[in-house]
Structures are given as structure tokens and as C-alpha cells.
């Protein structure tokens, strides 16, 4: 099969790398990619929301399996855009239809989901220009500390978490008076704070069955022992040491049937992953946001985790058949340590050359924002730059390997946290 990956960053070079694995794969191209992808795949320079070029692209190279790695595609509607297309229509899009993407595409979309059809989540209120009084006064009766976030996607940075009420009237008047992140936060909607843990879970579904894959845990801020600003993601961990079959049962029967079955109920396609962000409140799990893909780093713990064909997986979600499946689970722990550079989540200064260093036997390489530049050198091109992977027998092994490749050093520059997977270590 000929299979187009969409999307620049360490989740598409993790797929890329799983991909090239398949026995079904026979050309795979990554638009735009990096220089990490470009090992594993052919590079296409086109926008991942430019749906005109991918027609073309597709048709001329013979395409027969899509894969939107981020959520821009999914959310401006590339499923409904083959659907509907004479052209592409007999080509898999892995992801769901335009309206199944506002679970993430939408914050108030989601709560309102999740509150119909009784899916454990934290109590909210939406608010906007017109109900702005309403919300100062919900604001100001709410306990502390009070969670705000933007409705529309924000590149993970959209959530605001405030410890007094003032801060928070502030930042409710930044995000839709001042639009601090742009029209996405033209809705504000602000969330009791769920004092817990958090985890992630990611599944495959084809719309009626699902496929649970590995467990995952990712660190959000940018400083040692949760310290700093909210980024991306500095880091993940796979298994999640504290996901037992018991809170893993619950999961499932609280929160991934009931999600599965209420996509049904309100006639919604979704055929592809999806991730819930949860929050582990005395034992009992809570959603806290919908993500129509996989997460990212996440997925650089993930994916080397699978021992499955994840073409083959693909394949059965078009096809209708991820019942026939059963995820073979590779016993190794994961860790991912992130390289971001300097300035990292605010302004990350780029163009710093890169030496990649040897990897070891379990130890993987992914690439975000990397890129070869005119003088066919390798320099960083985004805040997060490389994932540094590895895998042992248990998640403390698998950490120290992990930051002990890390200390390496990449690029002159590199920040990374030493502490992922540190505070669920045995």
C-alpha cells in the first residue's frame, strides 16, 4: 500500500517509524515531515489543511490510506472532504468526520457530550461576550482554584489555571476581551478543578468497537517537579504504573463505552483514535478533554509499545473489523524525554544546529521540529525539537536510559526535565 502521513512533529515521525515497519507498506510519504521522517519516508512539501494539493498528490502517487497525525485536518473536515469526493472517496481517512473532530475541536462541545450522555467531567460554564457578567459573577462563588479554557484549538496552551479569583477575572478578560489565544478563546469555558492524577488513554475505534491501546501519562509543564508554563508536552511515560485492571475496567465502562455509544446514538462517524485525557480522583476517573488523534509525546511511548501491524489495525477501523483484533502489548516500559529549545513554550529560538547522538539497542530517535537547512545541516525549526525515547524491563530503567541519552546533548541550547516518569516510579 501507498500511505500519506499528515503532519511535521515527533507523533508523525513515531507513526512514520511504526509504519515503515508493516508488511503492507510499500511507499510512505509524510507532508510536510521533518528530518527525522525523512529516514523512514519521502517528504512532501505540502500544507496539511491544503486539501486541493492532497487531491492531486493522492491521485498521482496512488494513495490508499490517509493518516491525519494532528488535529488541524480532522477539524476542517478531510473526512467529509474524501467522502464526498469522486476522486478519493475509495481512500481511508483514519480519523473522524468533520463533526466527530469537535470533541476536540470544541471544548463546549465536548462538556456538553459528555453531559448528555453521562460521562463522568468536571461541572462548568461557557462563557462569551454576552453572558460576561454572568460569568464574572459563577467566577468570583467558584472554590479555587479555577480552570479556563479557550473553546477552540489553542496548540495545547489554551488551559489556564488560577489560584485566586482575581487572577482569574483577569485572565477571563485577556482570553475573550483581549483575545489572548485569537478566536479560540472568543469562548471561554471555566471548569471546577479536579484535584487528582492524570492519564492518558487512547483508543482505535471504527465507530461501533473499540481497540484500547497502551496507557500513557505526559508531563504539561515545562519545569522540574511541575514547575513553569503550561507546554505541549515535555515528556511521557508507558504503562501508566497506577492504570490497575480495576480502574482500567472502570474506564472502560464509564467513559470509553459510553462515549462510543453516545457517537452512535447522535449519529456522529468517527473511524480512527481517540484520546481521553483523564483525571484519576480517588480511584474513581473523570474526563477532562477529548482529543480527536493521538496525543503528542505520547505517542513516542505508544507506538514502540505496540507489537500489532498498525497498518493491518488502520486497515480494520475502514473496514469495520477492529473487533478481530487484540492488541499485543510489547512488556517493556517507555519513556520519552522531550528537547526543547531555549525560550520553549514562549519564544523558542530556532536554528540551532543539531549532532545526533549514537542510540543504543532500545532507545529511539523521534523528531519534531528539526529540519535540513541550506547548508545541508540538521537545526532545530520549532520549540520541541527532538524526542529521545527508550525502553527497559521497568519504567525506572527505562527513564534513566532515556535522560542518560538525553544528557548527551544534541544542540548547544537543549532544555529538558529530568524528572518524567519520576513522581509513579516504584
Same mark, same amino acid.
Given at each position: ?10 507523533? &508523525? ?12 507498506? %510499500?511507499?510512505?510519504?509524510? +507532508? ?6 525523512? %529516514?523512514?519516508? #519521502? ?14 498528490? $493522492? ?30 472517496? /475509495? ?23 459528555? !453531559? ?5 467531567? =468536571?461541572?462548568?460554564? &461557557? ?5 460576561? &457578567? ?6 468570583? @462563588? ?22 485566586? /479569583?482575581?487572577?482569574?477575572? @483577569?485572565?477571563? /478578560? ?41 496507557? =500513557? ?6 519545569? %522540574? ?10 515528556? +511521557? ?6 492504570? #490497575? ?11 470509553? &463505552? ?7 446514538? %447522535? ?13 484519576? !480522583? ?9 482529543? $480527536? ?5 505520547? #505517542?513516542? !511511548? ?13 486497515? +480494520? ?15 517493556? =516500559?517507555? $519513556? ?30 523521534? /523528531? ?5 537547512? +541550506?547548508?545541508?545541516?540538521?537545526? #532545530? ?32 541550547? @537543549? ?9 509513579? $516510579?516504584?
Amino acid at each position: 500500500m501507498n500511505i500519506l502521513i499528515l503532519g511535521s512533529g515527533g507523533r &508523525e515521525h513515531a507513526f512514520a517509524w511504526k509504519i515503515a515497519q508493516s508488511k503492507w507498506c %510499500d511507499k510512505l510519504f509524510v +507532508a510536510p515531515g521533518n528530518a527525522g521522517t525523512a %529516514d523512514c519516508a #519521502t517528504n512532501v512539501n505540502m500544507k496539511v489543511s491544503d486539501f486541493t494539493a492532497m487531491e492531486k498528490f $493522492c491521485v498521482e502517487n496512488k494513495i490508499e490510506l490517509v493518516l491525519p497525525g494532528g488535529e488541524e485536518a480532522l477539524v476542517k473536515g478531510i473526512y467529509d472532504y474524501f467522502l464526498a469526493n469522486e476522486n478519493l472517496k /475509495h481512500i481511508p481517512v483514519i480519523g473522524p468526520s468533520k463533526l466527530g473532530a469537535e470533541l476536540e475541536g470544541s471544548k463546549s462541545f465536548a462538556k456538553k457530550f459528555m !453531559v448528555k450522555h453521562k460521562i463522568p467531567t =468536571a461541572a462548568y460554564l &461557557e462563557i462569551t461576550k454576552q453572558n460576561l &457578567e454572568e460569568g464574572k459573577k459563577y467566577l468570583q @462563588q467558584s472554590s479555587l482554584p479555577i480552570v479556563l479554557k479557550a473553546d477552540g484549538l489553542a496548540a495545547g496552551k489554551g488551559v489556564v489555571i488560577c489560584n485566586s /479569583h482575581e487572577e482569574a477575572l @483577569q485572565e477571563l /478578560h485577556a482570553m475573550i476581551n483581549d483575545a489572548k489565544f485569537g478566536e479560540a478563546s472568543a469562548k471561554v469555558v471555566v471548569e471546577q478543578f479536579l484535584s487528582g492524577i492524570e492519564m492518558s488513554v487512547f483508543v482505535l475505534t471504527d465507530g461501533k468497537n473499540t481497540l484500547i491501546l497502551p496507557t =500513557a501519562k505526559d508531563y504539561k509543564r515545562v519545569g %522540574d517537579g511541575d514547575t513553569g508554563l503550561n507546554t505541549g508536552g515535555m515528556g +511521557a511515560i508507558s504503562p501508566v504504573p497506577f492504570a #490497575t485492571k480495576e480502574l482500567m475496567q472502570k474506564v472502560k465502562t464509564q467513559i470509553i &463505552e459510553p462515549t462510543i455509544l453516545g457517537l452512535q446514538k %447522535d449519529e456522529i462517524v468517527y473511524k480512527g483514535f481517540i484520546y481521553f485525557g483523564l483525571m484519576i !480522583v480517588g480511584g474513581e476517573p473523570f474526563t477532562i478533554e477529548y482529543n $480527536c488523534r493521538m496525543g503528542d509525546p505520547e #505517542t513516542e !511511548v505508544v507506538m514502540p509499545r505496540i507489537e500489532n501491524d498498525l497498518v493491518e489495525l488502520m486497515m +480494520a477501523v475502514a473496514l469495520n473489523k477492529i473487533e478481530d483484533f487484540t492488541l499485543i502489548e510489547n512488556q517493556k =516500559a517507555a $519513556c520519552t524525554v522531550v528537547l526543547a529549545a531555549k525560550g520553549y513554550p514562549t519564544d523558542a529560538e530556532i536554528g540551532e544546529e543539531i549532532i545526533i547522538q549514537k542510540a543504543e539497542a532500545d532507545e529511539i530517535i523521534f /523528531h519534531a521540529g528539526t529540519k535540513i537547512n +541550506a547548508q545541508n545541516k540538521m537545526v #532545530t525549526a520549532g520549540g520541541r525539537v527532538l524526542m529521545i525515547t527508550a525502553l527497559e524491563k521497568d519504567l525506572n530503567l527505562a527513564r534513566n536510559k532515556a535522560i542518560t541519552l538525553a544528557n548527551k546533548g544534541f544542540f548547544k541550547h @537543549q532544555l529538558f526535565r529530568k524528572d518524567i516518569g519520576q513522581d509513579v $516510579c516504584e
